[in-house]
């Protein structure tokens, strides 16, 4: 049976996936920063990098609010709290090796106030 993957292990990963899309758009571009490149290049490497790691666990991009709660067994009867977008989509979801929902993975790029990210929180804390 493989081993669960710790907290600070898919935190280190997350770090470790924006430092290496950092040097690989460095690379392509001829010495760009990773703010000018579009944000699915830092999800899909740090999506590389939790894969990388020991232990039972999938991996899905782009996957819908929705159907996150659902696959969770957290959603409920009735309309979703209007702070769910229905149709939104989380950038990465992380799965338990049973196939369960373990955690929303939010990228974000060229953070410069944090209204760009006060409502993503409020609404991955809603969905919780």
Same mark, same amino acid.
């Given at each position: 049976m493989s081993k669960q993957i710790s907290i600070p292990s898919i935190m280190n990963a997350v770090l470790? =996936? +924006?430092?290496e899309a950092q040097q690989n758009y460095e690379n392509w571009s001829g =010495? +760009?920063?990773?703010?000018q490149a579009p944000e699915y290049l830092i999800s899909t490497t740090v999506a590389k990098?939790?894969?990388a790691l020991d232990g039972a666990k999938y991996?899905?991009?782009e996957h819908g609010s929705t159907t996150t709660l659902e696959d969770a067994g957290a959603k409920g009867i009735g309309r979703l709290p209007k702070d769910?977008?229905?149709k939104g989509k989380v950038d990465i979801l992380l799965w338990w090796g049973n196939n369960t929902p373990r955690a929303t993975i939010e990228i974000k790029?060229?953070?410069?106030?944090t209204g760009q990210y006060e409502k993503d929180i409020k609404r991955r804390l809603c969905s919780l």
């Open positions: 470790n =996936g +924006f430092i =010495g +760009f920063w990773l703010w990098c939790i894969f991996i899905t991009l769910i977008r229905e790029n060229q953070i410069y106030s």
